[in-house]
């Protein structure tokens, strides 16, 4: 075996140098805490009609002749109060919605900051997740660090003015937004965006850049993110702004099913081959670390696994 400007003398180095390789390829520097506060005066313009704000989460803004629409808070009002001055900058006319794409804390405790005549619009499934489980995910939030316990310090939801079952569209002036439910995923009330005539698509959780689907408790299921991709590969969006990470493009979504699918048909073949789901996260952890080394979070597979495992009894 020969390596340029090296050779290599016996098997016992062949075996040395690949076991540390295998070490370095297989170690991950841990990944940094998010930066909780969105920047400030700083806006990507994504297409004509859609802005986001890059942050702890990614804010969408959308911008008609006639309204806006502000998608997503940030965690807590002093958040809100950043995302909320963004939108009132881009703004072209008076009215104002606020949507969001779930309700956990980051997404949804900054509603407080907006002025009392903004139009706050959810999906009847997301609006009982709220209300079922809203301020627990804002103390569990709050126990995680000071910080954090400081911008959600006396949070609370106000009632939505519009409600909708499964879509619901809004003529902002020269642009439309679709805003949809395709059923439980991430959490049960999973909202999406689709901004026409952008072919923009504000994704939430369900469509991200390159991240294991994140199954925080039993409110989330597989099967169901897996079914809304299937349903979401044939509309063609052109540009995706999702919940966290890097903005992109429409491969995101085949990028997403493929991985997805991938991952649920090997947790199922090794539960038909009698592994535990312990032992066949760790496997598939390994596996995946190899098959994608530049997927950050593959620690998140073993979760993954254990609701695969459930949802298949």
Same mark, same amino acid.
């Given at each position: 075996?020969?390596?340029?400007?090296?050779?290599?003398?016996?098997?016992?180095?062949?075996? $040395?140098?690949?076991?540390?390789?295998?070490?370095?390829?297989?170690?991950?520097? /841990?990944? $940094?805490?998010?930066?909780?506060?969105?920047?400030?005066?700083?806006?990507?313009?994504?297409?004509?009609?859609?802005?986001?704000?890059?942050?702890?989460?990614?804010?969408?803004?959308?911008?008609?002749?006639? $309204?806006?629409?502000?998608?997503?808070?940030?965690?807590?009002?002093?958040?809100?109060?950043?995302?909320?001055?963004?939108?009132?900058?881009?703004?072209?006319? /008076?009215?104002?919605?606020?949507?969001?794409?779930?309700?956990? $804390?980051?997404?949804?405790?900054?509603?407080? #900051?907006?002025?009392?005549?903004?139009?706050?619009?959810?999906?009847?499934?997301?609006?009982?997740?709220?209300?079922?489980?809203?301020?627990?995910?804002?103390?569990? %939030?709050?126990?995680?660090?000071?910080?954090?316990?400081?911008?959600?310090?006396?949070?609370? %939801?106000?009632?939505?003015?519009?409600?909708?079952?499964?879509?619901?569209?809004?003529?902002?002036?020269?642009?439309?937004?679709?805003?949809?439910?395709?059923?439980? #995923?991430?959490?049960?009330?999973?909202?999406?965006?689709?901004?026409?005539?952008? @072919?923009?698509?504000?994704?939430?959780?369900?469509?991200?850049?390159?991240?294991?689907?994140?199954?925080?408790?039993?409110?989330?299921?597989?099967?169901?993110?897996?079914?809304?991709?299937?349903?979401?590969?044939?509309?063609?969006?052109?540009?995706?702004?999702?919940?966290?990470? #890097?903005?992109?493009?429409? @491969?995101?979504?085949?990028?997403?099913?493929?991985?997805?699918?991938?991952?649920?048909?090997?947790?199922?073949?090794?539960?038909?081959?009698?592994?535990?789901?312990?032992?066949?996260?760790?496997?598939?952890?390994?596996? %995946?670390?190899?098959? %994608?080394?530049?997927?950050?979070?593959? @620690?998140?597979?073993?979760?993954?696994?254990?609701?695969?495992?459930?949802?298949?009894?």
């Amino acid at each position: 075996m020969k390596m340029p400007g090296y050779r290599l003398r016996n098997s016992a180095a062949v075996a $040395a140098m690949l076991v540390a390789s295998a070490a370095i390829a297989l170690a991950r520097p /841990p990944q $940094a805490p998010p930066v909780l506060m969105l920047p400030e005066n700083q806006v990507t313009h994504v297409s004509p009609h859609v802005w986001a704000i890059v942050g702890f989460p990614n804010i969408g803004i959308v911008v008609g002749d006639r $309204a806006t629409l502000v998608v997503d808070t940030g965690l807590g009002p002093r958040n809100g109060a950043i995302a909320l001055h963004e939108a009132q900058k881009l703004s072209k006319g /008076p009215v104002l919605y606020l949507t969001t794409t779930h309700y956990h $804390a980051e997404h949804a405790a900054g509603e407080g #900051a907006f002025p009392p005549g903004t139009i706050l619009v959810r999906p009847i499934a997301q609006q009982k997740e709220l209300e079922d489980k809203g301020a627990a995910f804002v103390a569990m %939030f709050s126990s995680r660090s000071p910080q954090m316990k400081e911008l959600l310090e006396g949070v609370t %939801f106000r009632a939505p003015d519009i409600t909708f079952e499964k879509e619901l569209t809004l003529d902002l002036g020269g642009v439309k937004a679709r805003l949809f439910w395709m059923g439980q #995923a991430h959490t049960k009330g999973d909202e999406l965006i689709d901004v026409q005539p952008d @072919s923009t698509l504000i994704s939430g959780d369900i469509v991200q850049n390159k991240m294991v689907p994140n199954l925080p408790d039993d409110n989330a299921s597989m099967k169901g993110w897996v079914e809304i991709l299937a349903a979401l590969r044939p509309m063609k969006f052109k540009y995706i702004v999702p919940d966290h990470g #890097a903005l992109g493009d429409g @491969s995101l979504i085949e990028q997403d099913f493929q991985f997805f699918t991938k991952l649920q048909h090997r947790a199922l073949e090794m539960k038909k081959q009698g592994k535990s789901a312990d032992d066949a996260g760790a496997a598939l952890t390994a596996e %995946f670390r190899t098959k %994608f080394p530049d997927w950050p979070n593959l @620690s998140a597979i073993p979760n993954v696994v254990k609701h695969v495992y459930a949802e298949n009894p």
